[in-house]
T-cell receptor, first 114, second 111 residues
C-alpha cells in the first residue's frame, strides 16, 4: 500500500552493527506494527504501538527496540545485529476507529546480516 | 494462542482453472484478513472478512465464523495470481488487534 512506506528497502550489514528501519504512513492511523517474516513462513509480531505514548512488545521482541516519533512514524532498531535476524521486515498500520481494524502493510525491508 | 491452519500448503494450477484455499482457526475471531504476497514480497490486502461473503473481481471469500473457517476462491486463475496467500485472524478475546498469521498457501499458476 503506497500510503505506508519503509526505508531502506534492502540492507546488507555485518554482525554487531546497529541498524534502524523506518516506517512512515500517511493514512492517519493511530496503530502501527512491526513484523518479521522468515523464508517460507508467516509473519511474527515484533512490536506494536497504539499511539505515540503506547508501545508494547510482541511475540519476538528480544534483540529489537522501537521508537514512535510521531503518529505517522515508527522506527525499528536492531541494537547489535546477528545473522538469524536476516529476514523480511514489514511495517503495518490500522485504524480501530473505523470498526474494522484492517491492517495495511508497507512494501517490506529485506535485511541481510552477514 | 489461537491456531491458524491453511490448506493446501502448495497448489499448482493451469491458467484458467478455479481453486479454493481454506483457513481453519481454533477460536472465535473478530477480525480475519486474506493477503496475497506477490513474488516480489509485497503483501496485498485482499479481504477483511470476519464473517459473511465478499467478492472482488475473480476473487471471493466466505467466512463461517460459527464453524471457524474461511475459504478463498480464485476463479479463472492468471499467472499474476501466483504467490503466497495468507490468512490472518484476531482472536475475539484479544483486547487489541494482534493478527495471527497462518503459514500460507503457495500458489503457482502456469501458462
Amino acid at each position: 500500500d503506497a500510503d505506508v512506506t519503509q526505508t531502506p528497502r534492502n540492507r546488507i550489514t555485518k554482525t554487531g552493527k546497529r541498524i534502524m528501519l523506518e516506517c512512515s504512513q500517511t493514512k492517519g492511523h493511530d496503530r502501527m506494527y512491526w513484523y518479521r517474516q522468515d523464508p517460507g513462513l508467516g509473519l511474527q509480531l515484533i512490536y506494536y504501538s497504539f499511539d505515540v505514548k503506547d508501545i508494547n512488545k510482541g511475540e519476538i521482541s528480544d534483540g529489537y527496540s522501537v521508537s514512535r516519533q510521531a503518529q505517522a512514524k515508527f522506527s525499528l532498531s536492531l541494537e547489535s545485529a546477528i545473522p538469524n535476524q536476516t529476514a523480511l521486515y514489514f511495517c503495518a498500520t490500522s485504524d480501530a476507529k473505523g470498526g474494522t481494524d484492517t491492517q495495511y502493510f508497507g512494501p517490506g525491508t529485506r535485511l541481510t546480516v552477514l | 494462542g489461537i491456531q491458524v491452519e491453511q490448506s493446501p500448503p502448495d497448489l499448482i494450477l493451469q491458467e484458467g482453472a478455479n481453486s479454493t484455499l481454506r483457513c481453519n482457526f481454533s477460536d472465535s475471531v473478530n477480525n480475519l484478513q486474506w493477503f496475497h504476497q506477490n513474488p516480489w514480497g509485497q503483501l496485498i490486502n485482499l479481504f477483511y472478512i470476519p464473517s459473511g461473503t465478499k467478492q472482488n473481481g475473480r476473487l471471493s471469500a466466505t467466512t463461517v465464523a460459527t464453524e471457524r473457517y474461511s475459504l478463498l476462491y480464485i476463479s479463472s486463475s492468471q499467472t499474476t495470481d501466483s504467490g503466497v496467500y495468507f490468512c490472518a485472524v484476531v482472536r475475539l478475546t484479544d483486547s487489541w488487534g494482534k493478527l495471527q498469521f497462518g503459514a500460507g498457501t503457495q500458489v503457482v499458476v502456469t501458462p
